[in-house]
């Protein structure tokens, strides 16, 4: 899987409520939720996201809150794969449930800056800064991963799995 | 990890429930004793078990749903969320607790749904509370939630175990929120990521059942799995007549293997404060005495309880809330409401000038009961005070004990509680 865009960064303990603020629950329409996404942390977010760009945070990425509504809203969003020092244990596991591409790569958070473009090969594990020319590493998807990835969700690759 | 040495609580419990001789770092599939959903969660797991073609949850008695965050309703898009979890309840026969319940995280232990020993899964991030109980109780997001409603099963890493140990004793005017916020300030908001915290020492034995929720609830604020306790004569009979299930407490070994160990000394740590915008961000409370409020919150599942009612009902018993300061008090559960009205402290409450919202999440979470206006200052006994948390990102949260709740309300700003402590009482 390969993703291409312009870099949006963020600091360190991004958390639920500001990726997605409780008042906007009472629905679960990824598109609604769209609208709302980092709006408590920076209002402009939704009108600068171009489809395919990429979230860079420092440690602890979705701190917080269980709300599956985080990853959801952040993908519907347009994000193409965040890059953060370290995510939060419940939102690392329902990026990937909700089939929405992180990786941990401190040293790529270091030498990323806002406004950036950068590509990133995720089954090499190759993260490549083309505003600077440098290119970092990091940990490639396991193939279970990178299948629920690309089926767009635990339960979409579940279901594949029972129809197979 | 040797196999030889000995076994924290979560080793046990995950040994217990997924019949493999379970060691941090594994990854196991292990049996849930019960799986709960709230109502911004529910919603999403009973779609995500429709979108898996199923129709029945593994074992009804098992499986629970709870409107608490925002309710009763305070907009159509959440009475129709309602309405989901209320079919899903007809359908599947999983328990419905409906408006003006409580909070999940007090309904779950209150009504004997889980026992020492027990792992369930919540999802809600806060589903670590019944740690204090001795129950491996962690939040998941929905689809993981979805799937333990479906299965009964759920794979886990077993985390490795930090354990923090509070020595001394606690001073008059000092609680046990003071306690886990002054964790948080020492090792922030990521200090115990994926790992599970064990609580020790004489000072969360001589706690009450009830103050040691309030520490474990706030486990994940440092980013842990869990917060767990040790179950000990206080535990089992704080379970008595409430339900059939037998506890099987799970104890840590001595010789247990601890990925990092912190001791406390309870007794140099006064009341604290946690300022905006993140829990980790405390201080003691000498630092932001003085700061003016607009809004007292008393209530959550963090300090909803009939203990944290007793407390604030001493400070203000007859004495009155500030004329500047809205101050809104929520149980956490039916049954505490009806036991503080009992015990006189909903009339004290209500006389010094507080506003009794219905059991449940009250304002925490910003959908009703309280959204602060721009620019204004809460303090509350909730748990988190991230910018926008409360439902305004121009407002303001200040996080503390029950105590400082009360005494700040009564002078319009963040007061020291301690003084209402000297000679031992309020």
């Not at chain 1, 609208?35 to 701190?63: R, S, T, Y």
């Not at chain 2, 007809?90 to 419905?96: I, L, S």
Request: net charge negative.
């Amino acid at each position: 899987m390969k993703f291409h865009g312009t870099v949006h960064k963020y600091g360190r303990d991004i958390d639920t409520d500001v990726i997605i603020p409780a008042r906007y629950l009472n629905t679960s329409i990824p598109e609604e939720l769209a609208k709302h996404c980092m709006e408590d942390l920076d209002a402009g977010f939704v009108a600068k996201m171009q489809f395919g760009d990429i979230l860079v945070a420092e440690e602890n990425f979705g701190c917080g809150s269980s709300r599956e509504h985080a990853p959801i809203s952040i993908k519907s969003a347009g994000v193409s794969v965040i890059i953060a020092k370290s995510f939060a244990r419940i939102f690392y596991r329902n990026a990937i449930n909700t089939g929405l591409p992180i990786m941990e790569a401190p040293e790529a958070v270091d030498g990323i800056s806002d406004g950036d473009t950068v590509t990133v090969d995720a089954d090499a594990g190759i993260i490549v800064n083309e505003t600077t020319g440098e290119t970092y590493t990091a940990q490639p998807f396991p193939p279970f991963v990178k299948d629920i990835i690309e089926k767009g969700g635990l339960i979409e690759a579940v279901k594949g799995k029972v129809r197979e | 990890m040797s196999a030889i040495s000995g076994k924290t609580i979560a080793e046990k419990i995950f040994s217990a429930h997924s019949g493999t001789d379970a060691h941090a770092g594994d990854i196991v599939v292990a049996d849930v004793d019960f799986v709960m959903g709230q109502d911004g969660t529910s919603p999403l797991a009973i779609r995500a078990l429709e979108n898996m073609g199923v129709d029945e949850v593994f074992d009804p008695e098992k499986v629970a749903v709870v409107m608490d965050h925002s309710s009763p309703s305070p907009i159509e898009g959440v009475s129709a969320l309602h309405t989901i979890m209320r079919e899903f309840g007809k359908k599947t026969g999983a328990k419905v607790y409906d408006v003006g319940e409580g909070v999940c995280h007090q309904l779950i232990p209150e009504k004997g749904h889980v026992v020492p020993g027990d792992l369930m899964v919540g999802c809600d991030s806060h589903t670590c509370t019944y740690g204090a109980l001795n129950v491996f109780s962690t939040g998941v997001g929905s689809t993981d939630g979805a799937a333990a409603m479906a299965s009964g099963k759920l794979w886990f890493k077993v985390p490795d175990s930090v354990k923090v140990t509070y020595n001394g004793e606690l001073k008059p005017g000092v609680f046990s929120k003071d306690l886990i916020l002054y964790l948080a300030g020492q090792i922030g908001a990521d200090g115990a990521t994926y790992e599970a915290i064990e609580f020790h020492g004489p000072v969360i034995d001589e706690l009450s059942v009830e103050a040691r929720m309030t520490i474990s609830n706030m486990a994940i604020e440092v980013g842990a799995k869990a917060g767990l306790m040790k179950a000990d004569a206080k535990t089992l009979e704080w379970f008595e007549g409430r339900g059939e299930k037998t506890p099987a407490p799970q104890a840590p070994d001595a010789d247990a293997t601890y990925i990092r160990e912190l001791t406390f000394d309870a007794s140099t740590i006064g009341p604290q404060v946690a300022k905006p915008h993140a829990v980790d961000n405390v201080s003691p409370i000498e630092e932001v005495e003085g700061t003016p409020i607009a809004e007292g919150v008393l209530g959550t599942c963090t300090n909803g309880r009939l203990e944290d009612f007793a407390i604030a009902a001493s400070i203000l018993k007859g004495r009155k809330v500030h004329p500047d300061v809205r101050f809104i008090v929520a149980p956490a559960s039916r049954k505490i409401l009806l036991d503080a009205i009992e015990a006189g402290y909903v009339q004290t409450l209500v006389e010094a000038g507080a506003a009794l919202v219905t059991p449940g999440c009250g304002p925490c979470v910003g959908t009703h009961n309280g959204v602060p206006s721009t620019g204004e200052n809460v303090i509350s006994t909730a748990n988190r005070n991230f910018k926008g948390r409360m439902g305004n990102s121009d407002a303001f949260i200040y996080l503390g004990s029950p105590a400082t709740v009360a005494a700040s309300v009564i002078e319009g700003k963040i007061t020291d509680p301690r003084k209402y402590f000297e000679g031992g009482q309020a």
